[in-house]
């Protein structure tokens, strides 16, 4: 039967059509674990509690609901040794990731790429296979082995993909970095891994201009002594010189001796065998090396493409990310589910801000991924999409890197499609994936996540640890689930694992986000815990303040931190708000008015900031996050320890020493 929905919600902003429920994934896979298990769901909710309570059932139902290719997978799902943080999954499981993404056959696309305006290519699903399998030749000759790393300083393009491919097909755990990165910032990652292969594109293109990689590389190359191979693939420039990077070879020239290679050899390992390495944002220190295991990242992604996102081998998938970012991840196991993916390269805003509508129409997209800045920076410029572009394919728009705020959902409904489910997400890169997300069965209501995703044990708990609704307090999951980190690098005492997740709640993973379950069940994300304000003791997070100044036409963007005030009483703050305003505005009494209105009338008197401050530029991470800790730290003078993680470090200085902020 099909998965009732709650139509009790006159207020909703979007309903799915019950035809389309009937018929969707989401559906199917209820009626195939009722009949299964010998069970009957009668909502969403009934469906979720089982995938949480019996983890048991749920994840070998999903596992054959999707197909995964495994030589073997026995009979134990988890086995569970005490600690949440030490579960072992599928045990006795024998799989390869590269050949489940690679499944999926034939002459259809399975790449298309677009750098800008400038370069569209395509592969097909044959001819991404053939290219994978002449790499993996290649790097088994040159040595490599399953465990060692193999890492990409690279665009995101096709090249990007078959190395990923390529590496793990043999066992190989991948890594990579976005070639907007400055050596410092690279070396701070993959120092802390040894590569034996670095993969590296000549360039990338930003807004319309060419940057050049390769000086750069050189010294990378230079930096890292375990490295046997820099393989340079080219992108920008039609000739170059690979002179002074060592065990630099290009790569036709790499695979050349493999071009008969027509077959993989794909390497069966255990479910628990890591994938990938991904780095935490950095900007507290070092960035933390956090190792995933293939079967997590390949079973958490098989359920929110198809599951939750309703993907199929006739999707074309694609999500504005580099290959510094989770979601670069997230994309290319689309394969799996038979999605064609939809790389691009350079600036979301490029072609007078119309690249991505444009590649959107001609590639008929059926799941645009971007971020809730994108959409905002949409709204302020004036786009209305919907009148210059086609948006018939599209079917989802994902949305993530910050809350989409409930104005964000009236935009996309206006200007992009009225017949359109808004999937926003909310997890990262400690999971490899979200815990709260769209939902193909339930309804909708602005500026809020729809719902838990099947298989996490999502709660909200105060500070004492118990369970709340209706009220702020931290996202938990008090269940395991296959993609929490597999360990951290360089901890063998799993000390640094341990205090990131499960040291707030013993036992119960903290996340770090500020967050509120609504009445309909759905999610709001306040913020990052550790950015959360406290002024005169009340817990604030940042995202009720940019609400509000969001609405104010005359602000562009904004960040918003505590400062330690008065100086002489530690433990208060003044909220502090630094605003970025269109061309030509400067910050005046009566703007500043106007914002303090906003936000008193909107929220409460404690939200609104003791002081409000013109800036020029919002510093960022490489991934587009605001970094509120970092200005928190240049304003107290304290060092931001790892600049090169910031796609803009120069920012900062605009916030050191302001005399607004000293008295």
């Known amino acids: 039967m099909p998965l009732p929905t709650r139509f009790d919600a006159d207020n909703a902003t979007w309903l799915p059509v019950p035809e389309r429920v009937a018929v969707s994934k989401m559906a199917d896979f209820c009626r195939a674990a009722e009949a299964r298990w010998q069970r009957s769901f009668n909502s969403y909710d009934d469906l ?50 590269a050949e489940n993404l690679l499944k999926h056959r034939g002459p259809g696309d399975g790449i298309v790429f677009w750098g800008e305006d400038r370069v569209k290519r395509r592969l097909s699903r044959d001819e991404l296979y053939l290219a994978v399998a002449r790499l993996a030749a290649a790097l088994r000759a040159s040595g490599v082995k399953p465990g060692d790393r193999v890492a990409a300083y690279m665009p995101n393009m096709p090249e990007t993909i078959v190395a990923m491919l390529a590496a793990s097909s043999i066992g190989a755990i991948f890594s990579s970095a976005s070639p907007d990165f400055g050596p410092q910032g690279v070396l701070d990652r993959f120092g802390q891994i040894e590569p034996v292969v670095l993969f590296v594109a000549d360039g990338y293109v930003y807004n319309g201009k060419e940057h050049g990689s390769l000086s750069k590389v050189r010294d990378i190359a230079a930096a890292l002594p375990s490295l046997k191979h820099v393989v340079v693939c080219p992108y920008i420039a039609s000739s170059w010189s690979l002179d002074g990077i060592p065990g630099a070879v290009m790569l036709d020239d790499f695979v050349a001796p493999f071009t008969g290679a027509t077959s993989i050899e794909f390497a069966q390992l255990p479910f628990d065998h890591p994938l990938y390495i991904v780095f935490s944002s950095g900007t507290t220190g070092v960035p933390k090396c956090i190792v995933h295991r293939a079967g997590g990242a390949l079973m958490l992604h098989l359920k929110e493409h198809q599951l939750h996102g309703g993907m199929n081998p006739n999707s074309r998938l694609f999500y504005f990310a580099t290959c510094s970012w989770v979601m ?11 999605a064609a993916l939809m790389l691009y390269d350079g600036s979301p805003f490029a072609a007078n801000n119309n690249i991505l509508f444009d590649y959107m129409q001609a ?74 997300g769209g939902n193909p069965v339930t309804p909708l209501w602005r500026g809020e996540i729809q719902s838990k995703l099947l298989g996490m044990a999502v709660d909200v708990y105060d500070d004492s640890g118990r369970p709340v609704r209706h009220q702020k307090g931290e996202l938990v999951c008090t269940r395991p689930f296959p993609t929490q980190p597999l360990y951290f690098w ?35 994300i306040y913020g990052r815990s550790d950015a959360t304000l406290n002024p005169g003791g009340v817990r604030i997070g940042t995202s009720e303040i940019y609400r509000q100044v969001d609405r104010v036409g005359e602000v562009l963007e904004s ?30 009494k009566s703007l500043e008015d106007k914002i303090r209105q906003a936000i008193r009338e909107n929220t409460t008197p404690r939200h609104v900031p003791g002081r409000i401050v013109q800036v020029n530029e919002i510093p960022r991470t490489q991934s587009g996050k605001i970094v509120e ?26 916030y050191r020493n302001r005399p607004e902020l000293a008295t």
């Not at 994840?59 to 290719?69: A, E, F, K, T």
């Not at 709640?505 to 903290?510: A, N, P, V």
């Not at 928190?632 to 910031?646: D, F, M, S, W, Y």
């Open 629 to 654: 800790i970092a200005v928190r730290q240049v304003v107290h003078g304290e060092p931001v320890k790892n600049t090169e993680a910031l796609a803009n470090p120069e920012a900062l200085e605009q």
């Open 48 to 97: 979720h509690r089982w995938s949480v309570d019996h983890l048991d059932e749920f994840w070998p139902s999903l596992w054959d609901y999707c197909g995964v290719v495994a030589e073997s997978r026995g009979e134990r799902v988890l086995v569970e040794s005490g600690s949440m943080a030490s579960v072992q999954w599928f045990p006795e499981a024998r799989l390869n990731f």
């Open 363 to 436: 590639e008929r997209f059926t799941h645009f991924g971007t971020s809730a800045k994108f959409i905002e920076a949409c709204e302020k410029a004036g786009l209305k999409p919907n009148t210059t572009h086609d948006f018939s394919s599209v079917e989802v728009i994902y949305s993530t890197g910050s809350p989409l705020l409930a104005e964000g959902y009236d935009y996309v409904y206006g200007s992009f499609k009225q017949d359109l489910h808004i999937s926003s997400i909310s997890g990262g890169t400690d999971l490899l994936g979200a815990f709260v």
């Open 559 to 588: 960040v918003v931190i505590g400062q330690n005030w008065p100086p002489t009483a530690p433990g208060d703050v003044r909220v502090v708000l630094f605003v970025k305003l269109r061309d030509g505005i400067r910050l005046d």
């Open 328 to 338: 670069w991840n997230w994309l290319a196991s689309g394969l799996a589910s038979g």
């Open 490 to 524: 360089n901890d063998p005492a799993g000390e640094k694992y341990h205090s990131a997740y499960f040291t707030r709640f013993e036992g119960i993973w903290c996340h770090g986000d500020y967050c509120e379950i609504t009445a309909h069940g759905g999610y709001i």
